[in-house]
């Protein structure tokens, strides 16, 4: 069977090096003139391979991987990068992060034979499905997991960019898969959307974070932590009464929590959301908009609900650097942060460049790989203690 392969790269170069290496019989290949187009090429079309340049204009390789975790049918994906190995092995993490599957990193130029080699697995490849989809976890995989030691958080360190002090962590969800190592939160999340347990995985990650912070509490260790709920959580009507009720079980103070919720959860205006969240606000819990400008939810929200904080959406900083509009926009929404008087967080922070931009631009809080990968709990606590105590320095750090 044919596979497909979308060829991704600015110059547009890429399709026809593909071509011409590989057999027309075996692989049928197609471009995309950058990451933006890209998306939306792979929203509509179904393919096996992405292989794309790992910088370019408008998205970067770790974006590109990103985008693909959201994809319903997930294609694999090659990068074509420098041979720096901290770059590769960014790569690869990122990857694990986002449960998609990377075939390989190749140089530049390309080496036909090590193209060939690397797509061999794929061009055998009989497929999981009539469309030939990859399969993510299983359903009674997942259900078995949730309750026993499947769902693994893992932490990522905020920043704040004034004084350089950790000011707490987010948690996210991975997955302990069965062969050692983790999975990330791609393949966990695409099997609650599909069989409707997006509020039991959030429930339970609320659990397993709350349970961890209240462990650090008892140790000496006060973390604030940033949590992700879901737009199902928001309408239960006991919502506000079961984070409450986890928080006094596990000994954390409510202060030292913030629960993030995307824009795209007030598309639709809801009565029971905008009730437990001003419930939540009261009993003392931090609330955050995550995702800040990806979308177009009304700026009123931000009057009628009571956020301590806007995450702005990790693509603007990306591409602010080159990008005037991007950078009015993100420059805007840090001061609409300010004149509300709301803690303006930028995540995805990559490499020193966007530090600094961040920084130039207003951020307060920062969080991203430059800063420190999501990590488990007891990493999280060494990670702090070695930059604490000057072990591990941050670039643009003071």
Known sequence: MTKRILAVDDAARLQGTLAGYLSAADFMVAGAAGGAQARDILKTERFDVVVATYQMIDFDGLMLIEMISELDRQPSIILICDNDPMVRQKIRDHAMAYSVDLLGTLGSPLDRDLLNATLTDVANLGGSDSEGARTGLAETEFMRGLMTDGLAPVFQPKINLRNGKVVGAEA???????????????????????????????????????????????????????????????????????????????????????LEVTEADF?????????????????????????????????????????????????????????????????????????????????????????RLAKELGAE??????????????????????????????????
Not at 219 to 225: H, I, R, S, T, Y
Not at 366 to 387: C, N, T
């Open 267 to 355: 598309e639709v205006v809801e009565r029971i959301p905008l009730e437990n969240m001003a419930r939540l606000h009261a009993r003392g819990f931090g609330l955050g908009l995550d995702d800040f400008a990806a979308g177009f939810a009304p700026l009123m929200r931000l009057k009628a609900i009571p956020f301590d904080e806007i995450v702005i959406d990790r693509e603007f900083l990306t591409r602010a650097g080159e990008d005037e509009t991007a950078r009015i926009i993100f420059e805007s929404a840090v001061d609409l942060a300010k004149k509300l008087k709301l803690q303006a967080t930028v995540e995805g922070v990559e490499t020193e460049a966007q530090l």
């Open 365 to 398: 809080v920062a969080q991203g790989y430059l800063i420190g990968k999501p990590m488990s709990a007891s990493e999280f606590l060494i990670w702090i203690e070695d930059y604490e105590d000057g072990v591990i320095s941050i670039p643009g750090i003071a």
């Open 172 to 258: 996210f969800a991975r997955w302990s898969a069965p062969g050692g190592g983790l999975l990330g939160a791609g393949a966990v999340i695409k099997v609650a959307r599909e069989k409707g347990y997006m509020d039991v995985l959030t429930y339970r990650m609320l659990e397993l974070a709350l349970q961890q912070q209240g462990k650090w509490r008892r140790e000496g260790k006060d973390v604030p932590l940033s949590i992700n709920t879901s737009s199902e959580n928001l309408r239960k009507t006991d919502f506000a009464d079961v984070v409450s009720g986890l928080a006094e079980q596990f000994g954390v103070d409510p202060s030292m929590v913030r």
